[in-house]
């Protein structure tokens, strides 16, 4: 027998049947039997605004899939641009496909001269990064003004290219402009990973030249976050994709939410929690400072895990590879021991406070030589290909434009009193 619920009104006693499909009931049936009556839900936590094949997230189990893909075995088998490719067309590529997939990507990476003289040096020297990566993206819409043509499926997928391709480059020139460094231009015999970490750190070398496990490292990162269901940003790429706005001008929203500190700023704030205790022996003054409702202990718990976040595993392991090269961060040494007591305490673990993937990236970007202002922007580079995926699923989907209602609490109707008559 399909599982339902009966929704009756009370009012009139009418009933209806509504059936529970993949998890979630349909509101129509809702509309149908209470009309201008809604669900007031603020922040959307038990609304479903649509259906999306492109990730799992299971927050009670601590699951996460692309396209049915457990994250661990991606992690450990494949490379952000096979899972980018994975995340857009819902396989895995064959050989041939995913060679001609990263030979594009690879030779879309160059942003115009004008483009990157005239607009991007036109910036303070002290930008913010992520704010000129957001401003820049929204401005190559008016450098491809034929990315407008949404319908059109090949077109689509020729700026979809450019972007996965573009963000690192742009990323990286907004953080040389930052840091009064020379821009580097991309270079093809590179991977996408090394690639973005020459743009980044080449000073005067013919060639640029990393340890494997650095752009491995940097690889996982990407992965692991490629995607994460509808979070605030992938909700904002969709409703404003439902507006039929073009593919850069939505990456541009998502990234304006994701500039938020309560979004993508959190691996940032597990560095100044981290500088903050500073040693051992302030471990457990902190910890009594959480429990006393004085601090908070960043980087556990999560809005969708209440077990251990799957990726923090991974990106824990990816810190030993890390520091293994640069050289062991003191700052771990504070991290494992914090970790090591919150877990052994009942009051996190009743409270279902585990680690997310934020308590460990953040000691990767530093050790890797990025700077803090640029770890959203590392968010960005990796969550792109999710924005996308998500964007050409509205797309086929046919989606109507988003409008979610409201309950209003104003004041009734009121009669306008002209300015010289009010007191």
């Known amino acids: 027998m399909p599982e339902s619920i009966t929704i009756t009104d009370n009012r ?31 922040s959307f936590s038990t609304t479903a605004a649509t ?14 899939r692309y396209r049915g893909y457990p994250i661990e075995q991606l992690a450990e088998h494949s490379t952000f641009l096979e899972v980018a490719y994975l995340l857009l067309h819902g396989e895995l590529p064959t050989p041939g496909e995913y060679d001609k997939w990263v030979y ?29 990566f957001v401003s820049t993206i929204a401005a190559l819409s008016t450098f491809y003004p034929e990315a407008k043509d949404i319908d059109d499926s090949q077109n689509r997928m020729h700026q979809i ?15 040389r402009f930052n840091s009064g460094l020379p ?29 494997p496990a650095m752009s491995r490292a940097l690889d996982l990162l990407l992965i692991t976050h490629a995607d994460h269901g ?28 994701l500039y938020g500190p309560r ?65 062991s961060n003191p700052l771990l040494d504070i991290a494992l021991k914090l970790e090591e007591v919150a877990l052994g305490d009942d009051y996190f673990v009743s409270r279902r406070l585990y680690p997310n993937v934020d308590f460990y990236s953040g000691l990767i970007y530093q050790s890797m030589g990025f700077p803090t202002d640029m770890f959203t922007v590392l968010f960005a580079i990796a969550r792109t290909a999710g924005w ?24 009734t109707e009121r009669t306008y009193t002209p300015i010289t008559e009010r007191s």
């Open 161 to 175: 290219v450019r972007l996965i391709a573009k963000v690192p480059t742009v990323a990286a020139a907004g953080s």
């Open 51 to 64: 259906t999306s094949a492109v990730s799992e997230v299971d927050g009670e189990n601590g699951i996460l």
């Open 263 to 327: 979004h993508g700023g959190a691996n940032q704030a597990v560095m100044e929690m981290l500088y903050e205790i500073g040693s051992y022996e302030n471990i457990d003054p902190f910890i009594k400072a959480v429990k006393a409702g004085e601090t908070r202990l960043m980087g556990f718990g999560h809005r969708v895990y209440k077990n251990y976040d799957p990726r923090a595993r991974i990106i824990k392991d990816a810190a030993y590879d890390v520091f293994e090269v640069t050289g």
């Open 104 to 132: 594009d990507i690879t030779h879309h990476t160059f942003i115009h001269e004008r483009f990157r003289k005239r607009f991007m040096e036109s910036f303070l020297h002290d930008a913010h990064p992520m704010g000129m």
């Open 388 to 411: 996308l995926a998500h964007w050409v699923e509205l797309l086929e989907q046919d989606s109507r434009i988003a409008r979610p209602r409201q309950v209003y609490t104003g004041s």
């Open 12 to 42: 009139t006693g009418e009933s209806i049947e509504v059936p529970i499909v993949d998890g979630g009931v349909d509101a129509a049936a809702w509309r149908k039997l209470l009309p201008n009556v809604w669900f007031l839900d603020p």
């Open 230 to 257: 509808q979070n605030c940003s992938t909700s904002t790429a969709r409703v404003v994709g439902s507006a039929h706005t073009d593919p850069y001008s939505v990456i541009a929203a998502a990234a304006c939410s």
């Open 183 to 211: 821009f580097v231009y991309p270079d093809n015999n590179l991977d996408f990973a090394t690639n973005f970490l020459s743009m980044m750190f080449k000073i005067a070398e013919p060639t640029y030249e990393c340890d």
